[in-house]
């Protein structure tokens, strides 16, 4: 079993940034790819921006493209999500999730195994 625990969440004027933070702990961090995803009321969860077991690959959804970077620290068993310039339809809950098969990201919600409590994001126009 996987525990995920968000944070850094908060509200913020557009155009600001925030980071947010999932920190893992269970099973061998390493071993696992990693997913950013959001949901805001009345709305399905979508996806955000994937990271592969090593960092080496990642994927954003191209609302966020350019403006988010995900990360992560294999030796701290955190990942990471940094947020610039933020617009009020990034709203939403952010909640972070784990695959665990083969260790390749993905966009598919369905695909990830452990998903963390999420962290509320709120932007002000």
């Known amino acids: 079993q996987v525990q995920l625990v968000e944070s850094g969440g908060g509200l913020v004027q557009a155009g600001g940034s925030l980071r947010l933070s999932c920190a893992a702990s269970g099973r061998t961090f390493s071993n696992y790819a990693m997913g950013w995803f959001r949901q805001a009321p009345g709305k399905e969860r979508e996806f955000v921006a994937t990271i592969n077991w090593s960092g080496t690959n990642t994927h954003y959804d191209d609302s966020v493209k350019g403006r988010f970077t995900i990360s992560r620290d294999n030796a701290k068993k955190t990942v990471y999500l940094q947020m610039n310039n933020l617009k009020p339809e990034d709203t939403a809950v952010y909640y972070c999730?784990?695959?665990?098969?083969?260790?390749?990201?993905?966009?598919?919600?369905?695909?990830?195994?452990?998903w963390g409590q999420g962290t509320q994001v709120t932007v002000s126009s």
């Open positions: 999730a784990v695959r665990l098969l083969g260790g390749i990201a993905t966009i598919d919600a369905n695909e990830y195994d452990y």
